[in-house]
């Protein structure tokens, strides 16, 4: 069996006593066959701004565990760039999640610092 985590983010993120993260909070988690490559899920998991794009569609269909592989980036990202996931303080919707911000300044032919998150 596998198991699809569905809330990948730093709150489900603990650290042992020798500082060896473990992942937490299986509330949202669904197991699966290995033999199954795709999950036919009825309703978006997970957490706004860490939620893989297939998951918030309205038609969801399947998901595969690229779900938690891109949640999973999101969180290295907000480390790697010491900035949280989610700006609420910012002009247009584009820059309120990390991942949008990041398309935008891609699309557009910026450079991405990562330590001047704007």
Do not use: C
């Amino acid at each position: 069996m596998q198991i699809l985590h569905f809330d990948i983010k730093p709150h489900n993120i603990l650290l042992d006593e020798s500082f060896m993260p473990k992942v937490a909070d299986f509330g949202l988690a669904k197991l699966y066959s290995v033999d199954d490559s795709i999950v036919s899920l009825t309703q978006a998991r997970g957490t706004i701004g860490y939620i893989a794009h297939e998951l918030d569609y309205k038609n969801l269909g399947g998901i595969s565990y690229k779900a938690d592989v891109y949640s999973f980036g999101i969180l290295l990202m907000e480390i790697i760039g010491r900035m949280k996931n989610i700006n609420a303080s910012v002009e247009h919707e584009s820059q309120r999640y990390l991942a949008s911000w990041i398309y935008n300044r891609y699309y557009h032919g910026e450079d991405i610092d990562l330590k001047n998150h704007d």
